[in-house]
C-alpha cells in the first residue's frame, strides 16, 4: 500500500466511500449525461496543423490526477507530466500549494507529435472531457484557485487556437453557463512529486477517481475513439 500524504488534498476515504454509496444511482447515470453535453462540443474551426515532431501544451482543469490520466490515454501523446504552474519554484510543493496562497494551478503538461493531434484537438478533449469550463476556481469537489482552469499557451499561434476556440464555444452557446477558462502565457511548470504521477494508472479503484475521473476516460473512449489508446502512456514504468 502506498503511504496517503496527500489524502487530505481529497475526500478522506471513508468519507468517499460514503458519498459513493449515498449517489449510487446518479454514478449510474453520470456518464451518459456527460457524454452528451461532451457530444455537442465542435471542433475547433481555426485549428491550423503544425508540422514539427513535438510541441508541448499545459493546461489547468481541477485535480491533476484526472487530466493526467486522460490525456496518457491520447494517442499521439508521448508524456504527460503533474505539476504545478503559476508561482514561484520555491512554493511548488504540493502541501504549500493546496493552501491556495501560492499563485499556483495544479496542472499537466503534455508532449505530443502535432501530425497525430493536433494543439486544437487537445483543446477539444480539454473542453469535451477533461474539464468542465464554466467552473471558476473549482473542479466537481475540489476549491480553490489551485484548481482554476488556464491554458497556457507557449506561441503566438497556440494563443490564437486557444482564444477563437473559446470565442466559438461561446457563439455557439456549446455550454448552458459561461466558460471562465483564462489565457495566458506560459510560466515555468514544476513537476508534481511522484506519488502524484500515473495516479489514475496506479490506483483507478480509488474512490475520489472511480467517482469523478474514470467515467472521463470512457468518455474519451466513446467520443474519440480514433483518439483513444487503451494502453496509457505514463511517467513511470508500468509492471
Same mark, same amino acid.
Given at each position: 500500500?502506498? +503511504? %496517503?500524504?496527500?489524502?487530505?488534498?481529497? %475526500? +478522506?476515504?471513508?468519507?468517499?466511500?460514503?458519498?459513493?454509496? $449515498?449517489?449510487?444511482?446518479?454514478?449510474?447515470?453520470?456518464?451518459? $449525461?456527460?457524454?452528451? &453535453?461532451?457530444? *455537442?462540443?465542435?471542433?475547433?474551426?481555426?485549428?491550423?496543423? =503544425?508540422?514539427?515532431?513535438?510541441?508541448?501544451?499545459?493546461?489547468?482543469?481541477?485535480?491533476?490526477?484526472? *487530466? &493526467?490520466?486522460?490525456? =496518457?490515454?491520447?494517442?499521439?501523446?508521448?508524456?504527460?507530466?503533474?505539476?504545478?504552474?503559476?508561482?514561484?519554484?520555491?512554493?511548488? &510543493?504540493? =502541501?504549500?500549494?493546496?493552501?491556495?496562497?501560492?499563485?499556483?494551478?495544479?496542472?499537466?503538461?503534455?508532449? !505530443?507529435?502535432?501530425?497525430?493531434?493536433?494543439?486544437?484537438?487537445?483543446?477539444?478533449?480539454? !473542453?469535451?472531457?477533461?474539464?468542465?469550463?464554466?467552473?471558476?476556481?473549482?473542479?466537481?469537489?475540489?476549491?480553490?484557485?489551485?484548481?482554476? +482552469? =488556464?491554458? %497556457?499557451?507557449?506561441?503566438?499561434?497556440?494563443?490564437?487556437? $486557444?482564444?477563437?476556440?473559446?470565442?466559438?464555444?461561446?457563439?455557439?452557446?456549446?455550454?448552458?453557463?459561461?466558460?471562465?477558462?483564462?489565457?495566458?502565457?506560459?510560466?515555468? !511548470?514544476?513537476?508534481?512529486?511522484?506519488?502524484? &504521477? @500515473?495516479?489514475?494508472?496506479?490506483?483507478?479503484?480509488?474512490?475520489?477517481?472511480?467517482?469523478?475521473?474514470?467515467?472521463?476516460?470512457?468518455?474519451?473512449? /466513446?467520443? !474519440?475513439?480514433?483518439?483513444?489508446?487503451? @494502453?496509457?502512456? /505514463?511517467?513511470?514504468?508500468?509492471?
Amino acid at each position: 500500500m502506498p +503511504s %496517503w500524504p496527500y489524502l487530505t488534498r481529497r %475526500w +478522506s476515504s471513508i468519507a468517499a466511500i460514503a458519498l459513493l454509496a $449515498a449517489t449510487a444511482m446518479a454514478a449510474i447515470h453520470l456518464l451518459p $449525461a456527460r457524454a452528451d &453535453q461532451a457530444a *455537442m462540443v465542435p471542433a475547433p474551426a481555426f485549428n491550423p496543423q =503544425e508540422t514539427t515532431n513535438s510541441e508541448t501544451a499545459t493546461l489547468s482543469g481541477g485535480c491533476f490526477w484526472g *487530466m &493526467q490520466g486522460v490525456y =496518457e490515454h491520447v494517442k499521439g501523446v508521448s508524456r504527460v507530466v503533474a505539476g504545478y504552474t503559476g508561482g514561484a519554484a520555491a512554493m511548488a &510543493q504540493y =502541501e504549500i500549494v493546496s493552501t491556495g496562497t501560492t499563485g499556483h494551478a495544479e496542472s499537466i503538461q503534455i508532449t !505530443f507529435d502535432p501530425k497525430v493531434i493536433s494543439y486544437g484537438k487537445i483543446l477539444q478533449i480539454y !473542453f469535451a472531457v477533461a474539464a468542465d469550463p464554466t467552473e471558476l476556481n473549482y473542479q466537481g469537489p475540489d476549491s480553490g484557485t489551485q484548481y482554476r +482552469s =488556464e491554458i %497556457w499557451f507557449d506561441s503566438p499561434e497556440q494563443r490564437k487556437i $486557444a482564444t477563437a476556440y473559446i470565442a466559438q464555444l461561446s457563439a455557439a452557446h456549446a455550454f448552458a453557463e459561461p466558460i471562465v477558462v483564462q489565457v495566458q502565457p506560459a510560466m515555468p !511548470f514544476y513537476e508534481a512529486e511522484g506519488y502524484h &504521477q @500515473d495516479f489514475l494508472v496506479r490506483h483507478p479503484d480509488y474512490p475520489y477517481i472511480a467517482y469523478n475521473d474514470i467515467p472521463k476516460v470512457q468518455n474519451l473512449e /466513446t467520443l !474519440f475513439p480514433d483518439l483513444y489508446r487503451a @494502453d496509457p502512456v /505514463t511517467v513511470f514504468p508500468t509492471s
